[in-house]
């Protein structure tokens, strides 16, 4: 059986060389035991690239449904993004970058496992409400682990969507919430649980939900509403932006949202202050860590619906509020790559910017989105959007800098989110235990642009439904799938919704994107003999156990 991890050589054309650089107080970064820095440094150092001394701070920055399209760097002329379009220019621009999965639980759980989420059961991994257990097994190797085994402090600011509690007793929002990101690897988490359109719409802080009244506790169900709730079908008229169904349960600040939640009125987010408060928080933790080696997930709120900019973001683009989120989130990179240069910390920090999957629209709430949208193509002309297994489905910007290490330029090898796994192992001399991230590559020589570095040359990418896609060098394959109507996009979504009709793949799909970068014309009846060897190939990929 052929290798179905074997990698290529990467096309790396690098361009010039430019070497370069509140709130609730989140506690400080803890110390690890002396004994797991000793045995860290002990390891062995199986395929390093990096020299120990080298050990830079990591901050991962993912938005959340950013398409392939929507940043000035890949192409975006209706949206500004000054900020991201700089660190591009700093840095290395992938043109070849995966999220593995079209939404977000399954993207995200394989960016931090570096496993694809389909060899879980969908329970784990379909789009989970915010009530649905922790899906990633505590203690496991995850990509905060990882950096917290090698001494690091490690922090999450922003989405979590991976699920809380242990699913044998309901999640006490008003108690501990755990288990959770501390329990996989981060020693500070401030987050919010779902997605900003999922109750609970509130912060947890480490195992506590942020500034809650005792006298008001608070109650979750994704099932019934509670007595004397505001709900959206009921009170539209108290709403700042119309919902479909879906989205019309209960009423957290004028906007309806999934799911009914009771209390904590306290303790309820406000949207319109969401960037500035994830970005006290981040800035915090770079503070507090700036003597110390740092890991920090920035899972960034932008442009997930509902849409709802800071005050000072409206108008920045002609295309409502989507285009103003993206311009926002600009902003808040902005800010945070000003925060390392406040701290002489640029040079000594590998950024990464990506997102979890591609872009869409519509997305329940009426915002103007596609009325606004002119001619500005949020997946960059590529075929479908988030939920899809087409190319705008996980195609996504990715852009590395590291100055003095990472040579600007751009890149077209391949590369995947679950990569980072492989990659921080190499970057901070770590065996990668035989159990751990079966589908991540280490990228680290990719993106140092070392000339023996190989890309990937094969990916197998998810979307809702069952989809499922092998990218292999040019080559796409799609079998059928199973599904006759729409399904995994959540609870109470209608698998009618025109939205989710593409998800739906029933015949096998074959396509060359080098060809046919849109993926228009299917050659499966042309290419029988490739259809097949595919075939094998992604039935070998699904049975692998381990590396
Ligand atoms: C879906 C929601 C959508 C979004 C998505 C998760 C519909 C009709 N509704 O169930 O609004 O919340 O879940 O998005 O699709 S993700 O980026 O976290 O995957
Ligand atoms: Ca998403």
Redesign the pocket.
Known sequence: MRDVRSVAPATTAPAETNLGATLVPVKLKPHLPLLVCILTIMAPSRGRTAPASDRPNVIVILA??LGYGDLGCYGAKAIKTPQIDQLAAQGLRFTQAYAPAS???P?RYSFLTGDYAWRQPPRKTS?LDGDAPLSIDPGSTTLPALFQRAGYATGLVG?W?LGLGDGQTPVDWNGKVSPGPLEIGLDHAFYFP?????VPCVFVQDHNVVGLDPGDPISVSYLHPFPGGAIGTEHPHWLKMGA?R??SESIINGISR?GYMSGGHAARWVDEAMADTLLAQATHFIEQNRDHPFFLYYAAHEP??PRVPGPRFRGDTDLGPRGDSIAEFDWVVGRILHTLDRLDLTKNTLVILSS??GP?LF???YDGAQEKNGSHEPAGGLRGW??LIYEGGMRVPFIARWPGHIRPGESSGMICLTDLLATAADLTGQPLPPDAGIDSIDALPLLLSQPSAKARTNLVEQGISGAIALREGDWKYVPANVATQASG??????PN?A??RDSIIPKTLLFNLVDDPTESHNVAADHPDKVAELARELAAIQKETRR
């Open positions: 959340d449904d939404t977000c639980m993207s789009i989405k969507h779902a997605t900003l359109d999922r479909d879906q989205h999934i997930h619906v979890d999957n869409i997305d329940g709430y988030k939920y996009m959540g609870s109470g979504a209608n919704d939205r989710f």
